[in-house]
């Protein structure tokens, strides 16, 4: 797993021993920042299932101004410091262990860029979603990027939102929702 492009383009990513992340694929993380990629200069930048901070890293080289992580494991949140490191991109990254409801409900940040790549089996994609789309933490005209497999289903419409196509690679599936304004 590398840096796609940008400032630390190339840089290796540490990823974590086991089977506890499932780290998105360069190919679909190509596609991704391909979809979005004028969307990112100058972006504060939320990736809220941090893992091993790939996407928000990525974001960074891109030249985001800020990154924002967050995850549940204190293991997750130790290589998302290290890959930060790695990058040089430490001083844009914050690094926060939290539980993904309970930082969005304290959450009192706007973002321009919201990533969610949550666990495929659990509903945490569905939980996070409408959470943010009813609290106000994301700008106008901004975006929540979602990451999920193939048959996983998301609601179509979220008032004072509006939901692109979905962009299927393989056995993945992208949507985009950009917040009304």
């Known amino acids: 797993m590398r840096v796609i492009t940008g400032k630390a383009r190339g840089v290796q990513l540490k990823t974590?021993?086991?089977?506890l992340t499932r780290p998105t694929t360069d190919r679909v993380k190509?596609?991704?920042?391909s979809i979005i990629q004028f969307e990112i200069p100058t972006a504060s930048v939320l990736d809220l299932f941090g893992g091993t901070g790939q996407l928000g890293i990525e974001a960074l080289s891109r030249g985001a101004k800020s990154a924002t992580f967050v995850d549940a494991q204190e293991n997750a949140c130790r290589l998302i410091r290290e890959n930060l490191r790695r990058t040089k991109l430490e001083a844009q990254g914050r690094v926060v262990r939290a539980d993904y409801l309970e930082y969005l409900k304290r959450c009192r940040e706007k973002y321009d860029i919201i990533f969610l790549d949550p666990p495929y089996a659990e509903v945490f994609l569905e939980n996070a979603l409408k959470c943010i789309t009813e609290i106000d933490i994301l700008q106008t005209g901004g975006i929540i990027v979602t990451e999920r497999p193939l048959g996983?289903?998301?609601p179509y419409v979220f008032e004072g939102f509006t939901r692109s196509r979905d962009y299927k690679y393989g056995k993945t599936l992208l949507t985009i929702y950009r917040k009304d304004g």
């Open 152 to 154: 996983k289903e998301l």
């Open 30 to 33: 190509e596609a991704l920042f």
């Open 16 to 19: 974590p021993e086991g089977m």
